[in-house]
């Protein structure tokens, strides 16, 4: 295993440092396109209490991608989208994408002032109910966890050892998981429930999440800032007219705080899990005109797949040659 994963690397780096990645990602045909997807940029130590692996990259590790991005590829806008969607035009050779979903603070710290050195348009999705002082729910079970007194942990959704640290990290997993599988709103229950158990967290001087105003502002600078539902629930695990309420609400507040609401969405979590074809014929029935969900793909943008269009997860562990063979349509063949 160790050996394949030698191999790969060597190959990856082959493919990068010959040139051939960018070779390669020519040849995706007419609106090939590349959606990144970012959550955040930051180092661990920044804000300890945030669960670190929403991390997608370090703020060097971000720089480098962006600097790679404007050199040999090329990174486009919403609005690009947008009129690619609506056959106005075609989108350009190596067309790149990068999306940035919940709307935490390093989005104004790292993400948006280092895309805009190499003049990058990244696109925020925001939960329109957790700019000011919004707590995730992942974050919240992370804390929980992290600070729970006790060497187990007993809930509805099974008992677990926290003896070890090791241990409190495949608790995480699991329990998260399983709130996953279940009813949502009963799953926030046990979050909130075991949130408040444990030790509380030190007050910061700064919301983990940016606030409207500042939001505002990125939107003035050309941020396109998108709904992402209004308090991110999985869709597929409340009822129905409740996912619909939410997609609609997010909208609304979005066009009341920020005065534009663009036609895009991105559905929570989004795997194949979390979405369905009701909810796509629900946002095209509200106008929505590019939604995008976490299947981890590259593909040609079309009209058909512009309502769940897949998006290249970005890693902290990602290399830059293992980024760049994620730009190409092998990608879409031969995956990770
Ligand atoms: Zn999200």
Same mark, same amino acid.
């Given at each position: ?148 007194? &006790?060497?187990?942990?007993?809930? $509805?959704?099974?008992?677990? %050892? ?6 409190? !990290?495949? #608790? /995480? ?111 095209? &029935?509200?106008?929505?005109?590019? $939604?995008?969900?976490?299947? %981890? ?6 009209? !058909?797949? #512009? /309502? ?29």
């Amino acid at each position: 295993m160790a050996l394949k994963k030698k191999i790969k690397n060597t190959l990856l780096q082959m493919i990068y440092k010959s040139g051939f990645a960018r070779v390669l990602a020519g040849f995706g045909g007419n609106n090939f396109l590349t959606a990144l997807n970012y959550h955040r940029v930051d180092y661990p130590e920044n804000r300890p209490w945030l669960d670190p692996s929403l991390i997608s990259a370090t703020p060097e590790q971000f720089e480098e991608q962006m600097r790679l991005l404007r050199r040999d590829y090329c990174p486009i806008s919403i609005d690009d989208v947008l009129s690619a969607i609506d056959g106005q035009k075609t989108l350009p050779k190596r067309a790149v994408l990068v999306t940035v979903d919940d709307g935490y603070r390093d989005f104004k710290e790292y993400i948006f002032p280092i895309a805009a050195r190499y003049d990058i348009q990244p696109l925020l999705f925001v939960p329109t109910a957790y700019p000011e002082a919004g707590v995730f729910w992942w974050d919240k079970l992370y804390w929980a966890l992290q600070n729970w007194d &006790a060497d187990t942990l007993e809930t $509805a959704y099974g008992n677990y %050892d926290l003896s070890t640290p090791a241990k409190r !990290e495949i #608790a /995480l997993k699991l329990l998260r998981a399983k709130i996953k599988a279940g009813d949502f709103r009963e799953g926030m229950g046990l979050v909130d429930t075991l949130y408040k158990g444990s030790k509380p967290k030190a007050k910061s001087d700064t919301t983990d999440i940016i606030n409207w105003d500042e939001l505002r502002e990125l939107g003035r600078k050309g941020v396109c800032v998108a709904a992402h539902t209004h308090s991110h629930p999985l869709l597929t695990r409340i009822p129905f007219d409740e996912a619909c309420a939410e997609i609609k609400e997010s909208q609304e507040n979005i066009q009341k705080e920020m005065d534009k609401a663009f036609p895009v969405f991105a559905f929570p979590d989004g795997q194949p899990d979390f979405f369905s074809p009701k909810l796509i014929r629900f946002l095209e &029935a509200e106008g929505i005109k590019f $939604a995008v969900t976490t299947i %981890d793909k590259n593909v040609q943008l079309t009209k !058909e797949n #512009a /309502l769940f269009f897949p998006r290249v997860g970005v890693f902290r562990k990602l290399s830059l040659a293992a980024f760049a063979y994620r730009l190409t349509p092998l990608y879409q063949l031969l995956g990770k």
